[in-house]
């Protein structure tokens, strides 16, 4: 079973940063690699939208509406994807949730969501 778990939410004021990170790993499995993997978001009332990916060789994609403000990255030697973000708006406000495809020997590759973690921006 792949487990993957959000970090970093929280309350922040606007134009602040927060950077929020995602590990994944595989009970049964003494590896877990993160593949292609992205952020999203949910707001209250709102479908839930994609904010940025990255590759497994690294190359991004983000919204129109996070470019310039926001960076995603990976360090695969710690099977962690982070989002970097700066100058929020109070129209940021969302619980994020990390999607990855994860590799394991044992489940070969597993698409999986993370639980979400809150960022609330103050205006």
């Known amino acids: 079973q792949v487990q993957v778990v959000e970090s970093g939410g929280g309350l922040v004021q606007a134009r602040g940063s927060l950077r929020l990170s995602c590990v994944a790993s595989a009970t049964s499995a003494s590896i877990a690699r993160i593949q292609n993997a992205g952020w999203y978001r949910q707001a209250p009332g709102n479908q839930r939208e994609l904010v940025a990916t990255i590759t497994t060789n690294g190359i991004t994609n983000y919204a129109d509406f996070v470019k310039g403000r926001f960076t995603i990255s990976r360090d695969n030697a710690k099977n962690t994807v982070y989002l970097q973000m700066n100058s929020l708006k109070s129209e940021d406000t969302a619980v994020y949730y990390c999607?990855?495809?994860?590799?394991?020997?044992?489940?070969?590759?597993?698409?999986?969501w993370g639980q979400g973690t809150q960022v609330t921006v103050s205006s």
């Open positions: 999607n990855v495809d994860v590799w394991t020997p044992i489940y070969g590759t597993v698409n999986s």
